[in-house]
């Protein structure tokens, strides 16, 4: 069973910058999807970002291209969003996720198998 856990959510002004962290109990980066997705109440879970196992590329939401990062330290095992240049509208509930080994990757919320906790992140304007 993969259990991943998130952490670095919080309030922030528009403008500031978080670093999320998610930190898997297996490893993970050989060979399974890892991305992040956010929710608000409301509305369907959104991918963000997406790192893919196969050449380590990326996917990015077109509202978050050239604000957010995702990279990841196989050291220790975790995957990183950094989050700069934040507005109100990024406020949610963000998820890490990962998929099965050797599982579809894309930033669809059904290919993957695994997920977070959560962890809220707030931007005021």
């Known amino acids: 069973q993969v259990q991943l856990v998130e952490s670095g959510g919080g309030s922030v002004q528009a403008g500031g910058s978080l670093r999320l962290s998610c930190a898997a109990s297996v490893l993970i980066f050989s060979n399974r999807c890892m991305g992040w997705f956010r929710q608000v109440p409301g509305k369907e879970r959104e991918g963000v970002a997406v790192?893919?196992?196969?050449?380590?590329?990326?996917y990015y939401a077109d509202s978050v291209k050239g604000r957010f990062t995702i990279s990841h330290d196989n050291a220790k095992n975790t995957v990183y969003l950094q989050m700069n240049s934040l507005k109100p509208e990024d406020t949610a509930m963000y998820y890490c996720a990962t998929s099965r080994r050797g599982g579809a990757c894309g930033p669809r919320p059904s290919l993957f198998d695994y997920w977070g906790q959560g962890t809220q992140v707030t931007v005021s304007s």
């Open positions: 790192l893919f196992p196969s050449d380590r590329s990326t």
